[in-house]
């Protein structure tokens, strides 16, 4: 079956460190994203592809990075710069006809 | 930019109506929907409805948009405890596709009670 894998479902990382989570997808969409979900803010756009090796910056993209080498996969390093890292994040891909979301990483600084 | 608000909470009794309300700002949404996410899960599409539509039902949910009001209403018939969850409002461009990104509201937590 079509559908979107994130991973891990969670994550523990310690203050000063890089962490990547994974998303992959084979629905053959072109386009993917990452939104980050806190309690009370709904979800806000990190960063999103429109096709592969292609990517742009959302609403707050400050401390995470991506890569789109291949069109299944849009992982995101959140990196020590960001400095509230603790959150939800979801993955999602998107094609002419809807948009569909993966079922989150749960991120946690310790 | 665009910016689209939801209330935070509802609480209604189970076999009630729901009506969860939303307001956007970008005059040019073309699609609107509305996403269901349950504790620690992902987002599940419940419907969604064009900008030149002012209702769309389906089955136990109807959506009512009132364009001129920049206003999105999801009504639920006979609310059952697995109905409790998060529910999003979001709006886009386009269907999907390209660039076109997905705004969301803050979600309205629905809470079902016997």
């Known amino acids: 079956d079509g559908g979107i894998t994130q991973s891990p479902k969670y994550l523990f990382r310690k203050e000063g460190q890089n962490v990547t989570l994974s998303c992959e997808q084979n629905l053959n969409h072109d386009a993917m994203y990452w939104y980050r979900q806190d309690p009370g803010q709904g979800l806000r756009l990190i960063y999103y592809s429109q096709i592969v090796n292609d990517f742009q910056k959302g609403d707050i993209a400050e401390g995470y990075s991506v890569s789109r080498e291949k069109k299944e996969s849009f992982p995101l390093t959140v990196t020590s710069a960001q400095k509230n890292p603790t959150a939800f994040y979801l993955c999602?891909?998107?094609?002419?006809?809807?948009?569909?979301f993966g079922s989150g990483t749960r991120l946690t600084v310790v | 930019g665009e910016d689209v608000e939801q209330s935070l909470f509802l609480s209604v009794r189970e076999g009630d109506s729901s009506v969860i309300n939303c307001t956007y700002t970008d005059s040019s949404s073309t699609y609107l929907y509305w996403y269901k996410q349950e504790p620690g899960a992902g987002l599940q599409l419940l419907t969604y409805i064009f900008s030149n539509m002012d209702m769309k039902q389906d089955q136990r949910l109807t959506v009512l948009l009132n364009k001129k009001d920049k206003h999105l209403s999801l009504r639920i018939a006979d609310t059952q405890t697995g109905d409790s969850a998060i529910y999003f409002c979001?709006?886009?461009?386009?269907?999907?596709?390209?660039?076109?990104?997905?705004?969301f509201g803050t979600g309205t937590q629905l809470k079902v009670e016997l």
């Open positions: 979001a709006e886009s461009t386009a269907l999907g596709g390209g660039g076109n990104k997905l705004t």
């Open positions: 999602a891909s998107s094609i002419e006809g809807g948009y569909t």
